[in-house]
Structures are given as structure tokens and as C-alpha cells.
């Protein structure tokens, strides 16, 4: 069933579980993660971020997901990630998206505030959930290197009392913290700020949203979710997932493309399957 955010979040809050959302390029991805959902019987969240666009336009992602989500047995938000303007905000509610990320995060304080506030607005009007980001979660989303061991990400860090500020001036339905983690792959082992994310759930009622997960240990991601994480974007492990698989296949001599969108559904599920099931169950399974 098509659902926004506001309809799985607070709940998984309460619960101390996450959900986890899968950006998604094409339609063995999307199956390959609606199938584990529906198996562990998790909500999820699918979508793509809009530098993910250079792979599949925004349109036909709508006219792929949406139909999927409705169909699907669980709740599931098609969520635009990581949009950059509101022009382009606009034309995934248009189209139907059930919610937004609008990512001001390396403008100043008051400008995010203003652009957060602004689309809030307008996302609530079409019935859909909106999350904002507060501190800057370096990297970029899909990148093939994330970011450099001697960067001091710190700097970027989310402050607790000012998460509290923004969500109030904001009026945004997730928030989207910096405290440790860096999109793409990791150059370094990332050390995660639990503390921090402890502070800031104490602090406000929004659920909290972790990026950059890929590449995480397990008990880091347990240890988050205990703290206060609610949602943690993924896309590095099915990515890299399905791109083993497609490898696999033509290694064997395949030459078809027909004879390897199976084995790239599959690994995606089986990724998928892991994730939600560490996530929303806490089963670590190897």
C-alpha cells in the first residue's frame, strides 16, 4: 500500500526500529527490495536521489514505482531524496511521490530554515511527508569513493539544540542528522557519534534519519537505532550487489540481457532481506 512517512515513522520511534530506505535505479532493484519487505513484513521506503536521475528520469521512476508500492502488501513511500531545488520537489509531488527530501544543508542556518519552512508547506498540501537535513553529511550518493580519513567531518555535526529550533520553525516530518557518516563508500572506518543522536531524539519528537549507512557495521546499526534512528538510507550494498551479479553473469559467457535480470533481482533481495531484517527486527543473519 502507498503510504507517506508520517504513516511508519513515529511508530518505528516508539518501537526502536528503523526503516530502511532503498534508492532504486530500475525495476530489478525495485523488485528485488519490495520482495524482501514484503517476506520480512517490513514497511519500506523506495525512491531514488535526484543525482540518481543521469540513470532513470524522475517520470519514469513515478510511472514505476508508484503502481509497485500500491500493489505491494506492506506500506510503502516512494520518496524523492537528496532534491536539491524546489522546482524539483514540486514535480515529484506532482507526479505523485508520497514524499520529499529537500537538502538546503549547505546553505546558511536561517536560508535552510526558510526553503525547509517553505517546502514543508507545500509538501503538506499534497499530502505527502518532508524531510530536511541539519550539519552536512559529506559524500556523494552512489559515489564510487566517499570521503577521505583526514577530513574532520566533526565540524559538520549536528547540534542538538538547534535540530530543536529547526524542527519547530520547519515544521518538517523527519530530520536528517550528521553525526559520523559520510555517503558512497568509506575510505576509513567511520566512528559514529551515538551520543549525539541520543541528545537530539531527547530533544525533539521527529523521527531521526541516518545517511550514509552503507558501509556501517552491524552493531553500529543497532546501537543507532537504540539511540533514536529511525530511518537509514541505503544504496551502496544493493548497488554493488547487483552489479556483482550482472558481473557473475557475463564472466559465465552470458550475452543476454534476459539471462541476468533474475540473478540481479535476486542478489538485491538477499541484500535487502539482511537489511530489513537487521533494521526492523534487529536479526543480525550473516
Not at 541539519?134 to 549536528?158: F, P, R
Request: charged share 20%.
Amino acid at each position: 500500500m502507498l503510504v507517506n512517512m508520517n504513516d511508519i515513522l513515529p511508530m518505528a520511534r516508539i518501537e526502536k526500529r528503523a526503516v530502511a530506505l532503498f534508492n532504486v535505479v530500475n525495476l530489478e532493484m525495485a523488485r528485488g527490495v519490495i520482495r524482501a519487505a514484503e517476506e520480512v513484513q517490513a514497511p519500506v521506503i523506495i525512491g531514488a536521489a535526484e543525482r540518481l536521475l543521469n540513470y532513470i528520469p524522475l517520470e519514469n521512476l513515478a510511472d514505476l514505482l508508484l503502481p509497485m508500492a500500491k500493489r505491494a502488501s506492506i506500506p510503502v513511500v516512494v520518496h524523492f531524496d537528496h532534491c536539491i531545488t524546489k522546482e524539483e520537489c514540486i514535480k515529484a509531488l506532482e507526479l505523485g511521490f508520497t514524499s520529499v527530501m529537500y537538502d538546503c544543508s549547505t546553505d546558511s542556518y536561517e536560508i535552510n530554515v526558510k526553503k525547509m519552512k517553505e517546502m514543508a508547506i507545500i509538501a503538506h498540501k499534497y499530502g505527502a511527508s518532508i524531510e530536511g537535513e541539519l550539519g552536512h553529511v559529506l559524500g556523494e550518493e552512489g559515489a564510487i569513493t566517499g570521503v577521505e580519513a583526514q577530513i574532520d567531518i566533526s565540524k559538520y555535526y549536528t547540534e542538538p539544540n538547534m535540530a530543536k529550533d529547526f524542527v519547530e520553525r520547519t515544521g518538517i516530518d523527519a530530520l536528517a542528522i550528521a553525526v559520523g557518516t559520510a555517503h558512497g563508500t568509506y575510505n576509513f572506518k567511520p566512528k559514529i557519534d551515538f551520543n549525539r543522536i541520543a541528545q537530539i531524539k531527547e530533544k525533539i519528537e521527529t523521527p531521526l534519519v541516518l545517511h550514509g549507512g552503507s558501509g556501517l557495521s552491524k552493531s553500529d546499526f543497532i546501537t543507532a537505532i537504540s539511540n533514536g534512528i529511525s530511518k537509514i538510507n541505503i544504496f551502496t550494498e544493493i548497488n554493488i550487489a547487483a552489479a556483482n551479479a550482472l558481473r557473475s553473469g557475463l564472466g559465465q559467457g552470458i550475452c543476454g540481457i534476459t539471462d541476468v535480470i533474475e540473478a540481479e533481482t535476486e542478489a538485491v533481495y538477499k541484500e535487502s532481506l539482511k537489511i530489513l531484517s537487521l533494521f526492523w527486527n534487529g536479526e543480525q543473519h550473516s
